[in-house]
């Protein structure tokens, strides 16, 4: 079964500074990478996805995320954080043996200082 | 874009009573919807995944007489939580797909049990 790792569950930045997010996924190539992010009492929101057309995908808000196979990484950045960008960030991973379900990682709090 | 409406969002009851909640695809029809489970500061933890006019498959662990769900039409399904004690009370979220895309999530519901 397909896995993600998330390292570090709470990351904090500054306004302004640059934001780096970790995921790496188990050894198999999967058919999907995704980023999602949570909002307090709300549900999940995409902000990328990964389908292998190209290695490095960007996202809504400004985010991005390079795919690296000799990794198994699947990093998250953005260049400037917004106080806005603050919020719980999901890496997730299609199983190998079904394109819709997913599995999730244990997600990283981001939290920006002012 | 896609929605996917969660009703009700926040619900509050006492012990040993039967709580429903819907899930419904507003702009497309789904004929994958899936109900996931979220504990405070945790990750999605996927419950059952449903087939429209299929029986739901159940995640291992998840007892299917404890919570019902019911996929009766391409933009509606349900998840009952049978004689709910407080151990049920959590975040529940669900999500929609068409198939092969990506899946699209509600705003989730907050249940409560006294």
């Known amino acids: 079964a397909q896995s993600v790792t998330q390292l570090g569950s709470h990351v904090s930045v500054s306004e302004g500074a640059l934001v780096l997010l970790r995921c790496n996924y188990s050894?198999?190539?999967?058919?999907?990478l995704f980023w999602y992010v949570q909002y307090p009492n709300q549900g999940l929101q995409l902000l990328l996805k990964?389908?292998?057309?190209?290695?490095l995908v960007k996202g809504i808000n400004g985010f991005e995320a390079e795919f690296k196979k000799s990794e198994t990484s699947f990093h998250l950045t953005k260049p400037s954080a917004h106080m806005s960008d603050a919020a719980e960030y999901f890496c997730?991973?299609?199983?190998?043996?079904?394109?819709?379900?997913?599995?999730f990682g244990s997600g990283t709090r981001l939290s920006i200082r002012p | 874009g896609a929605v996917v409406s969660q009703h009700p969002s926040w619900v509050i009851c006492k012990s040993g009573t039967s709580v429903k909640i819907e899930c419904r695809s507003l702009?497309?029809?789904?004929?994958?919807m899936f109900w996931y489970r979220q504990f405070p500061k945790q990750s999605l933890m996927l419950m059952a995944t449903?087939?429209?006019?299929?029986?739901?498959?159940?995640e291992q662990g998840v007892e299917k007489d404890k919570f019902l769900i019911n996929h009766a039409s391409l933009t509606l399904s349900t998840l009952t939580v049978t004689s709910a004690h407080p151990e049920d009370s959590s975040f529940y979220i669900c999500?929609?797909?068409?198939?092969?895309?990506?899946?699209?999530f509600g705003d989730g519901t907050r249940l409560s049990i006294l």
């Open positions: 990964y389908t292998s057309a190209a290695t």
């Open positions: 050894s198999s190539v999967p058919p999907y």
């Open positions: 999500s929609a797909s068409t198939g092969d895309q990506p899946q699209h």
């Open positions: 449903s087939n429209e006019g299929s029986k739901a498959t159940y």
């Open positions: 702009d497309f029809q789904a004929t994958t």
């Open positions: 997730a991973v299609t199983e190998y043996s079904s394109a819709s379900k997913i599995i």
